[in-house]
């Protein structure tokens, strides 16, 4: 089935299956949807056809929007910032995690600057306040002949207190919850841009600017590594890969690029 066309602020701007809407400061051209399957897959799909670097689809809603490991995210109409960045070129496959790591940084940023959120990144993909989930990050690139040809970035994040069903009441959070309301989302959007802007234009300061608002490094940790691996032990890097360091009790190092983390709390 073919996307809806998007609504997009540029004016005169296309249908889905035209040019791109005009650039926007920053060169982001933005194509704006009331509700889409996955802003993802529209990008990845245009990805394919050759859509520019710095495009951008909005949704208010999506029907089969997606995390990590085939995952479904769902969130009331409207009730989230629902946004994806097609960023191109991609030399190596390492750009994949940089990618994610300056979204999730930006979007951080924006939202201590927009909402007065102090959001911290759980590795490796969430955005979180006081270890209830607030956002999600999803990274998927646009394969050719194993060479990367272009990178999607996704990112969810949680603003009204109704996007949070019932069932995970402690475990996410919004926006409205933490601060008492819900940011405007296009002035959040406008704050995530501008600050993507500058976390790409900075590649070599991305790495510490993420260890400063790292939620996991000097936690104790489980790392489900999948297949029956699972290791413990404390966070205590973060390499410019994105891969994260874990030390165990016996002192053992490993470096997980790929796993699930779950952020341990002291014994008392």
């Given at each position: 089935?073919?996307?809806?066309?998007?609504?997009s602020?540029a004016?005169?701007a296309p249908?889905s299956d035209?040019?791109d809407?005009?650039?926007?400061?920053?060169?982001?051209?933005?194509?704006?949807f009331a509700?889409i399957?996955?802003?993802?897959?529209f990008?990845?799909d245009?990805a394919?056809a050759?859509?520019?670097?710095?495009?951008?689809?909005v949704?208010d809603?999506?029907?089969?929007g997606?995390g990590?490991l085939g995952?479904?995210?769902?969130?009331r109409?409207?009730s989230?910032?629902?946004?994806?960045?097609?960023?191109?070129?991609v030399?190596?496959?390492g750009?994949i995690?940089?990618?994610a790591?300056?979204?999730?940084?930006?979007?951080?940023d924006?939202?201590?600057?927009?909402?007065?959120?102090?959001a911290?990144?759980?590795?490796?993909?969430?955005?979180?306040?006081?270890?209830?989930?607030?956002a999600g990050?999803?990274?998927?690139?646009?394969l050719?002949?194993?060479?990367?040809r272009?990178?999607?970035?996704g990112?969810?994040?949680?603003l009204?207190?109704?996007?949070?069903p019932?069932e995970?009441a402690?475990v996410?959070?919004?926006?409205e919850?933490?601060?008492?309301r819900?940011p405007?989302?296009?002035?959040?959007?406008?704050?995530?841009?501008a600050?993507l802007?500058h976390?790409?234009?900075?590649?070599?300061?991305l790495a510490?600017?993420v260890?400063a608002?790292?939620?996991?490094?000097?936690r104790?940790?489980?790392v489900?590594?999948?297949?029956?691996?699972?290791?413990?032990?404390?966070?205590?890097?973060?390499?410019?890969?994105?891969?994260?360091?874990?030390?165990?009790?016996?002192?053992?190092?490993?470096?997980?690029?790929?796993?699930?983390?779950?952020?341990?709390?002291?014994?008392?």
């Open positions: 089935m073919a996307p809806p066309p998007p609504i602020d004016p005169g249908g035209g040019p809407p005009a650039p926007v400061p920053g060169g982001w051209r933005v194509h704006r509700e399957d996955s802003t993802n897959r990008l990845l245009r394919r050759g859509a520019p670097d710095r495009t951008v689809a949704a809603h999506q029907t089969a997606r990590r995952r479904t995210w769902e969130a109409p409207g989230s910032l629902l946004v994806s960045v097609l960023l191109r070129p030399a190596d496959p750009r995690g940089r990618s790591a300056a979204v999730g940084l930006a979007l951080a924006a939202l201590a600057e927009v909402a007065g959120v102090d911290r990144l759980k590795w490796p993909n969430d955005l979180v306040v006081a270890d209830a989930k607030l990050v999803l990274a998927e690139s646009d050719v002949g194993g060479e990367v272009a990178v999607v970035v990112a969810g994040c949680n009204r207190a109704d996007a949070v019932p995970l402690g996410a959070t919004a926006c919850t933490v601060a008492g819900a405007d989302r296009d002035a959040l959007l406008d704050a995530f841009l600050a802007d976390h790409l234009a900075a590649p070599d300061a510490d600017a260890r608002r790292s939620a996991t490094l000097g104790r940790v489980r489900d590594l999948g297949a029956d691996r699972v290791i413990e032990g404390r966070a205590v890097d973060l390499a410019d890969s994105g891969a994260l360091v874990v030390r165990s009790d016996d002192g053992t190092e490993t470096t997980v690029a790929v796993g699930d983390v779950v952020h341990l709390r002291p014994v008392d």
